[in-house]
Each structure stands twice: as structure tokens, then as C-alpha cells.
Nanobody, 123 residues
Framework: VQLQASGGGLVQAGGSLRLSCAAS????????MAWFRQAPGKERMFVAA????????VYADSVKGRFTISRDNAKNTVYLQMNSLKPEDTAVYYC?????????????????WGQGTRVTVSS
């Protein structure tokens, strides 16, 4: 499956952005979808993941209550709504997919990756 992330940009602290990740070449509804982020000089970290039907999601503690992951299986797209953004949210954001029904927080558990979209939050 191929993943194409978009929606990044420059925003002031307290602002909002919505990232999108469009999938093609596979059965989107059979994949757990996730977002990770990688800040300069740091490892790629888990942000959020959503199960197949979209009924259950998991978040990193650092974004819980501010970010919302959702998916539209009819459009083969997963979203990350980011509100109340902070400078420490600055990173390149990657969408990822894995087969099966189990959500994993480890990047090593995901088989497919998008190219990343950069989010910069100014103070």
C-alpha cells in the first residue's frame, strides 16, 4: 500500500492543523493506521493509532486531549486533527499502516510509511 501525507505547515502556538494521509494500492479497511512524528535529532515517536473500523483509537500521553485521529474508509484516508498546538509538537509527521487488528505503538510494527509532512509551531 502507498501512503501520501499532506496538510503540514507553519502555525502559531495555540493554533490548529489537520493532517491527511491518503492510501492506495491496498485494502484500506484491513489496516490499522497510525501517525508518528520525528523532531530534529530525535527518534520517530508514536502519536496516535486507530483500529480498522475507526471505533477505537490510542494516543500518546503528550497529545491526548489535543489531537484526534479519525479515518474514512470510503475515502481511504486517515486524518489527524491537531488542536492547541505547542512548539514541542514541531516535527515531521508520518502516517503508517500495518495489517491485522492490533494497535502497536512501536514504529517497528508498521509495514508501510508515507513520506512525511512537516509541522512547525512557532511560539
Amino acid at each position: 500500500v502507498q501512503l501520501q501525507a499532506s496538510g503540514g505547515g507553519l502555525v502559531q502556538a495555540g493554533g490548529s492543523l489537520r493532517l491527511s494521509c491518503a492510501a492506495s494500492g491496498g485494502t484500506f479497511s484491513s489496516y490499522v493506521m497510525a501517525w508518528f512524528r520525528q523532531a530534529p535529532g530525535k527518534e520517530r515517536m508514536f502519536v496516535a493509532a486507530i483500529r480498522l473500523s475507526g471505533g477505537s483509537s490510542v494516543y500518546a500521553d503528550s497529545v491526548k486531549g489535543r489531537f484526534t485521529i479519525s479515518r474514512d474508509n470510503a475515502k481511504n484516508t486517515v486524518y489527524l486533527q491537531m488542536n492547541s498546538l505547542k512548539p514541542e509538537d514541531t516535527a515531521v509527521y508520518y502516517c503508517a499502516a500495518r495489517g491485522g487488528q492490533v494497535v502497536h505503538r512501536s514504529r517497528w510494527s508498521y509495514d508501510y510509511w508515507g513520506q512525511g509532512t512537516r509541522v512547525t509551531v512557532s511560539s
